[in-house]
C-alpha cells in the first residue's frame, strides 16, 4: 500500500493542472433610474453565435443553460420595442413612438423586463501574461490566450460580468520558456488571479546571511506584466468599428485588471441604458451630476474569482510518477480516493490558492484549512467545491468516468457519458457551469444587500437637507425598492433539481448572507426609528408655533370681549348684578392669556438667542 504523505514534495507545487479555467466574476448595479436595453439588431441571433462571430459588441444568447436548470415559466414577459433619443440635456431617454423626434436621432433597442434573467455575450480580447517566479524549483512560463466576455441581468438592474479563461490547450495555454504547451502549478494560478482580486507582494530577501523561516521558503514574483490585445473598446467604453485598438499593457501590483473592467461597465453604462420617458427631469440631473464617478469607478463593486480544476489534475510524486494515473500498476485511485488525498495531503497548497498567497510560505497553515477552506458544498463525495469570501476553487472528477459510464443499448443502468458532456465545457468555458450560475446568483445578492446597508446609511446622513415627511417617503420607497430586488435574487426556488438547492443554500451559509441579511435589518429598524423621532420631533415643533398662534388668537378674542358690553344674563334671576361680574370674569381670562402668551415668548427669544450665540 502506498504512503500517500512520501509522495507529496514538501515545495507547494505537487499538484499540476493539466486543464482548468479561471472566471473573474464583477457584480454591479445599475442605477434604478435606467433602464436597460440594446439595439434590436443585437437581438436577432437565431444561431446563438458569439457577439465576435456577429462582429458585433454584444449579443443576446436565448439558448442557455438557466433554461436547463430552472423550471420556465408559463408566461414569460415579452421583450418590448421602444426607441432611445438623446436630449438637450445629453441624457439618453425611452420613447414609445419615433414619431415624436421625427426619427432622427432615435435608434431602436430593446427593452428587458425587469421579471426574469437574461444572458449576453460581448466581444472578449486576447491576453499574455509571463509568470516568472523567483522560485528555481517553480517553472518559468506564460499564459496566452482569449478572454471570453459574458454578461448576465439579473431582474434589470443587477449585473454580474464575467471573464472566462479556458485553458484547454486551445482558447488559452500554458507554454515554457520554449513555447510548448505545459501544465500549471497553484503559483501559476495565483499570479493571474493576483490581477484581478490583488495579492500582497512578497519578495524574498537574498542578502547573506539570513535564514529566517521566511527567508527559506520559496515565492513568487506577483508584479503584473499582463497584456491586452484584439481590444475592441476604447477607453470610455465605446466600440471600435474600424478595429481593435493597439496592446494594453496592465503592468504594476495589485487589481491591475480593474482597467479592463471599468471599459467594460463603461460601455454597459453609456451604450446599453436609457432613462425611461417618465423619469424627472431633476432625477435625471442629480445622477448626471455624478455619472462619472459611479459609472468609471469599480472599487465598489464586488470582485470574485472562481478556479475550476479538471479531471485531469496530476500529482507527480518524488518518484516522477503521477499519482492519480489511471494507468498506475499498482492500483488506480478512485476519484473519490483523488478528492479526498487532496483534501487531506495538500492543505497547505489549498489554503494558498483561497487566500493568495505566493509560495510555501508559513501562512499555509494545514490548521487553519477549516477556518479559510471549510466544508466541502459538492453534494458527490468525488467532487471538491471550497468558498471563501473571495474566491470558490471547484475540483472534479466525474471526467474520469466517461470511459466506464458509456451507455450500452439495453442497459438501463449505465450512467451519464461524462466524456460526451465534457465536450460541451467550451460552450460555457467551465466544467460546471451549473454551480458557476449559481454561484453568480449567491453573489448578485450579496451585492445587493451590501448595496441596501450603503443606501440606507446615506438616508440618515442626509437627513438635514430634507424635510420629515420627504425623507419618510424616500426611505419607503427605497425599502421597497431594495426588499423586492432582494426578493427577487431568491431564484434558486426555481430550481428543478434538489442538488442545486442544497448547493444554494451552502454556499449562501458560507459567504455569510444570512448575517448581512440581519444586519440589513438592522439598519432598516434604526433608520426608521430615527425617521420617526425626526417625524415626532417636526410634529413637536409644529404644535408649539400652531399653540402660539392659538394664544394670538385667543389675547385678539379677549380684547374684543373687553370692548363689548359683556353680560350675564341669567344672574339676574339671582338678584346678582351680571356687567360687574363679567367684566372681571373677562379681565380674569385676560391676565392668563397675556402672562401665557409673554411665556411663550420668552422662551421663543431665549431659543433664538441660544441658536445664534452657542454655534
Request: proline letters at 3%; a negative charge.
Given at each position: ?36 436595453c ?5 437581438i ?18 436565448d439558448r ?8 420556465r ?13 438623446v ?39 486576447n ?69 484581478y ?18 527567508a ?6 506577483l508584479?503584473?506584466?499582463?497584456q ?49 420617458s ?25 470582485h ?13 510524486g518524488?518518484?516522477?510518477?503521477d ?27 489549498l ?13 499555509r ?9 471549510g ?16 474566491m ?17 443499448e ?23 457551469p ?9 453573489l ?33 420607497k ?28 451552502r ?14 435589518r ?90 445664534i450665540?452657542?454655534?
Amino acid at each position: 500500500m502506498t504512503d500517500y504523505r512520501t509522495c507529496c514534495s514538501t515545495d507547494g507545487h505537487s499538484l499540476s493542472y493539466p486543464g482548468f479555467s479561471v472566471v473573474f466574476i464583477q457584480t454591479f448595479s445599475i442605477h434604478h433610474t435606467l433602464s436597460f436595453c440594446v439595439a434590436e439588431d443585437f437581438i436577432n441571433n437565431p444561431e446563438n453565435l458569439r457577439a465576435s462571430e456577429m462582429g458585433k459588441p454584444m449579443v443576446y444568447r436565448d439558448r442557455h443553460i438557466e433554461h436547463q436548470i430552472f423550471v420556465r415559466r408559463s408566461r414569460q414577459t415579452p421583450l418590448e420595442s421602444k426607441y432611445k433619443t438623446v436630449m438637450n440635456d445629453g441624457t439618453a431617454v425611452l420613447k414609445d413612438s419615433p414619431g415624436l423626434f421625427g426619427g432622427k436621432s432615435a435608434s431602436a433597442v430593446k427593452l428587458f423586463p425587469q421579471d426574469s434573467v437574461y444572458r449576453f455575450a460581448l466581444r472578449g480580447f486576447n491576453f499574455e501574461l509571463p509568470v516568472e517566479p523567483e522560485d528555481e524549483s517553480l517553472e518559468k512560463v506564460v499564459l496566452k490566450g482569449h478572454v471570453s466576455v459574458e454578461m448576465s441581468l439579473f431582474f434589470g438592474h443587477t449585473v454580474s460580468l464575467t471573464y472566462r479563461f479556458l485553458f484547454d490547450g486551445d482558447a488559452a495555454k500554458v507554454l515554457d520558456g520554449n513555447g510548448n504547451k505545459t501544465s500549471a502549478a497553484t503559483d501559476h494560478i495565483i499570479a493571474l488571479l493576483s490581477t484581478y482580486l490583488g495579492a500582497e507582494f512578497w519578495s524574498r530577501d537574498k542578502e547573506a546571511g539570513q535564514q529566517s523561516l521566511m527567508a527559506s521558503q520559496s515565492d513568487i514574483n506577483l508584479e503584473t506584466s499582463m497584456q491586452i490585445s484584439d481590444f475592441w473598446f476604447d477607453d470610455d467604453g465605446n466600440p471600435l468599428p474600424d478595429g481593435p485598438q493597439g496592446v494594453i499593457n496592465l503592468g504594476g501590483k495589485g487589481r491591475t485588471f480593474d482597467r479592463i473592467c471599468a471599459i467594460y461597465k463603461k460601455y454597459i453604462y453609456n451604450h446599453c441604458t436609457a432613462y425611461a420617458s417618465n423619469v424627472k427631469r431633476e432625477e435625471r440631473v442629480s445622477f448626471e451630476s455624478r455619472r462619472e464617478g459611479v459609472v468609471g469607478e469599480v472599487r465598489n463593486d464586488l470582485h470574485y474569482a472562481m478556479v475550476d480544476i479538471w479531471e485531469n489534475v496530476s500529482h507527480v510524486g518524488k518518484d516522477g510518477k503521477d499519482l492519480f494515473s489511471k494507468k498506475r500498476a499498482e492500483g488506480a485511485l478512485t476519484e473519490a480516493e483523488i478528492i479526498n488525498h487532496i483534501r487531506d495531503y495538500h492543505r497547505p497548497e489549498l489554503i494558498g490558492l483561497m487566500t493568495l498567497y505566493p509560495g510555501e510560505w508559513p501562512f499555509r497553515d494545514a490548521n487553519a484549512y477549516d477556518e479559510v477552506c471549510g466544508e466541502n458544498i459538492a453534494i458527490d463525495t468525488d467532487d471538491l467545491v471550497l468558498v471563501g469570501h473571495n474566491m470558490a476553487v471547484v475540483i472534479g472528477t466525474y471526467g474520469r468516468r466517461g470511459s466506464d459510464a458509456e451507455a450500452k443499448e439495453g442497459d438501463i443502468t449505465s450512467g451519464v457519458d461524462w466524456s460526451d458532456h465534457l465536450k460541451e465545457r467550451r460552450k460555457y468555458h467551465v466544467s460546471w457551469p451549473e454551480y458557476l450560475l449559481i454561484l453568480q446568483m449567491v453573489l448578485a445578492k450579496k451585492y445587493r444587500i451590501g448595496l441596501a446597508k450603503n443606501q440606507m446609511i446615506d438616508v440618515t446622513m442626509k437627513a438635514d437637507d430634507a424635510t420629515a415627511e420627504e425623507l419618510i417617503e424616500k426611505n419607503a420607497k427605497l425599502g421597497m425598492r431594495l426588499s423586492r430586488m432582494i426578493v427577487q435574487l431568491d431564484v434558486v426556488k426555481y430550481s428543478k433539481f434538489a442538488s442545486h438547492v442544497v448547493m444554494f443554500d451552502r454556499t449562501t451559509k458560507r459567504l455569510g448572507l444570512d448575517k448581512d441579511l440581519q444586519e440589513l435589518r438592522e439598519i432598516i429598524q434604526m433608520v426608521d426609528d430615527s425617521l420617526q423621532n425626526l417625524s415626532d420631533f417636526k410634529s413637536m415643533k409644529s404644535d408649539y408655533f400652531m399653540n402660539v398662534i392659538l394664544g394670538i388668537i385667543s389675547v385678539v378674542s379677549a380684547f374684543e370681549i373687553m370692548f363689548q358690553s359683556s353680560e350675564l344674563p341669567f344672574l339676574t334671576y339671582f338678584n346678582v348684578p351680571s356687567t360687574g361680574l363679567a367684566a372681571w370674569i373677562v379681565i380674569s381670562v385676560m391676565a392668563v392669556v397675556v402672562f401665557a402668551l409673554l411665556y411663550v415668548l420668552k422662551k421663543l427669544v431665549v431659543k433664538v438667542y441660544e441658536s445664534i450665540f452657542n454655534r
